[in-house]
């Protein structure tokens, strides 16, 4: 899928309706190849991103045995209730931003000094909704096999 992604991305037609206004512009560094927009849908944005996660899930996959356990059922928490996670996770980081008093990227962005503080706020984050898709698992398992629950 990489291997595609690098001829269309260097075809203009086919990295921007605009691409006269891509900044900065495709060809002045490798950083600019990775800055793609997925509106309207890219066909280039899928193959980088779906290149990307299909290399982190091999790597899962070979590796699974040599992971601690600890970790391996963490991973298999939040990939057993994937659709669950992506719903909450959108409510649970809006609520924490407004508790942690960050602004959002299009109301001026953060600042350097912040982004500690950020990646300190999405790990807590990331605990509580541990414990939200545990719990959300588990009523999961008690529910019918046929259930609409299941699906989440």
């Known amino acids: 899928m990489f291997s595609v992604a690098i001829p269309l991305r260097y075809w203009?037609?086919?990295t921007?309706?605009?691409p006269e206004n891509v900044v900065p512009p495709i060809r002045s560094s490798l950083l600019s190849f990775f800055y793609?927009?997925?509106y309207p849908p890219s066909v280039v944005f899928t193959l980088v991103t779906l290149s990307g996660n299909h290399l982190v899930l091999s790597l899962f996959f070979k590796y699974s045995n040599k992971l601690h356990p600890v970790i391996k059922h963490v991973l298999l928490v939040y990939g057993t209730n994937s659709l669950f996670f992506y719903c909450t996770h959108m409510l649970l980081f809006r609520a924490m931003r407004a508790i942690?008093?960050?602004s959002s990227f299009s109301e001026g962005g953060f600042n350097i000094s912040q982004w500690w503080s950020v990646a300190v706020c999405y790990?807590?984050?990331l605990v509580i909704e541990y414990w939200i898709?545990?719990?959300f698992g588990s009523f999961k398992k008690g529910t019918r096999k046929d259930s609409l629950w299941?699906?989440?």
Do not use: D, T
Request: glycine share 4%; hydrophobic share 50%.
């Open 150 to 152: 299941r699906l989440f």
């Open 133 to 135: 898709c545990l719990w």
């Open 123 to 125: 790990l807590i984050a």
């Open 100 to 102: 942690c008093g960050f």
């Open 12 to 14: 203009p037609n086919w």
């Open 36 to 38: 793609n927009v997925k």
């Open 16 to 18: 921007s309706m605009n």
